[in-house]
C-alpha cells in the first residue's frame, strides 16, 4: 500500500493576556454585540511579553507535540514554520524555532500563505514523507497577529489573536493519514487584504510608519464573500474530484476566520455543528494557527479511521481543502 503520512501528535500554545470584546469597546466605537454578530468573537488571546513573538509561540506548541507523542526532538529531520508574522524578514522563523528546540541539521524553511499557510505547509510535509526522503516532520502554524494590528480600525481589530498551533508526521502503510487535496490560489485580489509596507516595494519609512501601512489592510466585505464562496467551493470540487460523498465526512476543521463562513461551509457538508471544530469566540482569527490548535483541541475526540475535511481561505488569495483519515496509530506503520 501506498506510503503516506499521517498525524502522530499535536500541540498548542495560547498566551494567558486575554482581551475581551469590553476591552475592544473602550479602543474603537462597536459593541459586544456586534462583534460576536458579525464574526463570532467574544475574546482573544494576545501575547504581551516585548521579548517574545511568533518563533516563542512556535516552539511552545512543538514542544507540546513532541512531548505528547513521547517524541525525541533528534528524530526532527524538517521544520516548517507557516507564519504571516515572522521572526524577521529574514532568516527563517523555522531557523529560529530549531535553535529554541536544541534541534540540529533539521531542513527548515517557511511556508507564507496567509490563513492557508498551515495547510498548504501540511500538504509539503506530507509529500516529503511520501517521497520517502523523510520519516518525521514537524509542521508548525504561527502568528503574533496584535504585531501588525492597528487598534483603532474596529474592522480589524476585533478580529483577530494570537497563537500556536503544531503537528508532528511520521509515515504509515495502513492507508491512513492525509489523503486527497485541493490547493488554489487567486492572486486577482490581493490587494483586498494584505499589508502594505515593509517588503521591497514599499521599505519602511517614517512616512510607512505614520500612515499606518505596516498594520492589516482589508476591504471586509469583498474578502468575506470570496471565503465563502471559496470555502464552500474547495470542499465541493475536493468531494467531486474524488468521488466522496458529503455523508462519508467526519469532521470539519476549518480555519477560524469568521463563524458565518464557517457555518456556510458546515451547511454545504450537511454536517451539524457539534461536528465542526469552532473555536473563534475563545481566540479569534490566529491566521496560520487556527487549524492546527482545532486539531490539537478535538483528537481526543477522532477514532481511528474518522474522515476529516481540513479547509482554509487566505490572504493571495489562498485557499484549499485536505482529507484526512486519521491515524490513532492502533495501526502498524513503518
Given amino acids: 500500500m501506498k506510503r503516506k503520512a499521517y498525524i502522530t501528535s499535536t500541540g498548542s500554545y ?22 460576536q454578530e458579525r464574526c463570532g468573537v467574544k475574546e482573544r488571546r494576545i501575547l504581551k511579553d516585548k521579548d517574545k513573538a511568533t518563533a516563542y509561540m512556535a516552539a511552545e506548541a512543538a ?13 526532527i529531520e524538517v521544520i516548517i514554520v507557516a507564519t504571516a508574522t515572522p521572526e524577521h524578514p529574514f532568516p527563517s522563523t523555522a531557523s529560529i524555532v530549531s535553535e529554541m528546540l536544541g534541534i ?13 499557510g498551515f495547510l498548504y505547509a501540511l500538504n509539503i510535509g506530507a509529500r516529503l514523507i511520501e517521497s520517502n526522503a523523510y ?5 508548525i502554524g504561527s502568528d503574533k497577529m496584535s504585531s501588525i494590528m492597528d487598534y483603532t480600525n474596529r474592522n480589524t481589530c476585533v478580529l483577530f489573536g494570537d497563537g500556536a498551533g503544531a503537528v508532528v508526521l511520521k509515515p504509515t502503510n495502513n492507508g491512513f493519514g492525509i489523503g486527497e487535496s485541493l490547493l488554489e490560489t487567486d492572486g486577482s485580489g490581493y490587494q483586498n487584504l494584505y499589508q502594505k509596507a515593509g517588503g521591497s516595494l514599499f521599505p519602511a519609512t517614517a512616512d510607512t510608519v505614520l500612515n499606518k501601512e505596516h498594520s492589516i489592510s482589508m476591504n471586509g466585505p469583498a474578502v468575506f ?26 469532521y470539519l476543521i476549518p480555519h477560524q476566520a469568521n463563524k458565518r463562513i464557517i457555518t456556510a461551509t458546515a451547511d454545504y457538508l450537511e454536517m451539524k455543528m457539534e461536528k465542526v471544530a469552532l473555536n473563534i469566540h475563545k ?25 476529516l475535511i481540513l479547509c482554509a481561505f487566505g490572504a493571495g488569495y ?10 490513532s496509530g492502533l495501526e502498524e506503520n513503518v
Fill in 14 to 35: 495560547l498566551p494567558e493576556s486575554i482581551l475581551s470584546n469590553e476591552m475592544i469597546c473602550e479602543m474603537v466605537d462597536t459593541s459586544d454585540e456586534w462583534i
Fill in 225 to 250: 464573500k470570496m471565503a465563502v464562496e471559496n470555502m464552500v467551493g474547495c470542499c465541493k470540487n475536493l468531494l467531486e474530484k474524488h468521488q466522496i460523498q458529503k455523508s462519508e465526512i467526519d
Fill in 104 to 116: 540540529k541539521r533539521a531542513f527548515c524553511f517557511d511556508v507564507s500563505a496567509a490563513c492557508s
Fill in 63 to 75: 514542544k507540546k507535540a513532541l512531548q505528547k507523542g513521547g517524541i525525541s526532538k533528534d528524530d
Fill in 135 to 139: 520519516k518525521s516532520v514537524l509542521v
Fill in 283 to 307: 481566540y479569534g482569527n490566529t491566521t496560520c494557527a487556527s487549524i492546527p490548535i482545532c486539531l490539537d483541541e478535538w483528537s481526543s475526540k477522532f477514532k481511528n479511521g474518522d474522515k
Fill in 318 to 327: 489562498t485557499y484549499g481543502s485536505t482529507l484526512v483519515t486519521w491515524n
